[in-house]
């Protein structure tokens, strides 16, 4: 499945997060393989549509969709000189999907910063610095070939031209991410650039920053067009201990949060990746499923089995508003708002669906 990586300068909260993501016991009943990498958390996406959907459908269980977030160590200061670490850490880099970034927002005496100071502006140039010299090292290896293969070859002009956007985008000190409009990132793909993954940012605060909109609002122009997070990382470590709503309810309460910063992290970090769910219901199951954003009704189809995809006939489809306001599955087929769709269906978020399929 598809993958964040935490990546963060030492000291702003990325254990204290990673241990708060990997000690959501709740997932372990349903996704049991979700404990065995040790630097890999699986969060649930919260979805309060499986609870309703359990409920019209009499299901056993729900099993919401999840994302994953895998702890990439290493030291970030120098990484793209390449020694030792800094090695490792940008490969792991390069196997993520997209990069969650964790920057301290919060202010504790007690707690050093590296650079002696809060200012989420300058670490996040810090880091965005590193991989943006890796990128840099690799176009500078790639565009001598690409130029050479351009001369021979006319139709491979336009990659070269993108590589070379590209080249002029990291040397002035911007993440190819944040180019997407100037550069056409999927034509850079094989070249596995670090900076032009999708980018997350998590801003680890306290109750000040929390409740201060004026702030979230700079932070979050900031890190635009990615998307921001707000958490407390050591609030969402202490939600967990707590095993009754009551108190959960009261701590969140006392930060002035509506609810648990990972629930955003979970919903952030699933968009940030491109997916998107369909929901599926009956007595033994209400489940939510990942898809890409984008994907047709045969593909959904082999996210639950790969001879579902093959032997696909067609899509029963409803949306899951409409058969909410049905109020059941035949009151919102006599509403004619249960569609069939064929295989060129491009599926939309919240669709519910049956599959029809030959085995
Ligand atoms: P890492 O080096 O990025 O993994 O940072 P850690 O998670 O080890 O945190 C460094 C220190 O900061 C630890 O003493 C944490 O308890 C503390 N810390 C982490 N998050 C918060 C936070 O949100 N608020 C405060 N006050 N301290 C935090």
Not at 312 to 339: H, P, T
Request: aromatic share 6%.
């Amino acid at each position: 499945s598809l993958t964040l990586g935490i990546v963060g300068l030492p000291n702003v909260g990325k254990s204290t997060l990673f241990n708060a993501l990997t000690r959501n016991d709740v997932l372990a009943a349903n996704y049991p393989f979700a404990t065995i990498e040790p630097n890999v958390g699986v969060v649930p996406l919260p979805d309060p549509r499986l609870d309703k959907l359990a409920e019209m459908f009499s299901s056993a269980k729900t099993v919401p969709a999840t994302v994953s977030f895998v702890d990439i160590a290493g030291i970030v200061k120098g990484a793209s000189e390449g020694a030792g670490l800094g090695n490792k850490f940008l490969a792991n880099i390069r196997e993520a999907n997209a990069i969650c970034q964790v920057i301290r927002v919060f202010d504790d005496p007690d707690v050093t910063h590296v650079d002696g100071r809060i200012d989420p502006m300058s670490d996040i140039e810090t880091i965005n610095t590193e991989l943006i010299l890796a990128d840099l090292q690799t176009l500078d290896k790639a565009l001598p070939r690409m130029e050479k293969e351009a001369r021979t070859k006319k139709e491979l002009r336009p990659a070269f031209e993108n590589a070379q956007r590209a080249k002029e985008v990291l040397d002035a000190g911007r993440t190819l991410f944040s180019a997407q409009k100037e550069v056409d990132l999927p034509g850079l793909r094989e070249l596995s650039l670090l900076t032009a993954k999708p980018f997350l940012y998590v801003f680890n605060a306290d109750e000040g920053v929390l409740t201060d909109e004026a702030k979230r609002a700079e932070l979050t122009k900031l890190v635009a067009p990615a998307d921001a997070v707000f958490l407390d990382a050591k609030v969402e470590a202490e939600l967990l201990e707590l095993d009754d709503e009551e108190s959960v309810r009261e701590l969140l309460e006392s930060v002035g949060q509506p609810e648990p910063g990972l629930y955003a992290l979970a919903r952030a970090g699933f968009h940030t990746l491109g997916l998107q769910t369909y929901l599926t219901a009956g007595p033994k199951e209400a489940r939510a499923w990942t898809i890409p954003q984008g994907a047709t009704a045969p593909q959904a189809a082999g996210v639950i089995h790969t001879d579902f995809e093959r032997g696909f006939i067609k899509a029963e489809v409803v949306s899951y508003d409409d058969l909410v306001e049905a109020g059941s599955m035949a009151a919102a087929r006599s509403a004619g708002k249960v569609r069939m769709e064929g295989k060129d269906y491009v599926m939309s978020d919240g669709d519910v669906v049956e599959f029809r399929f030959n085995v």
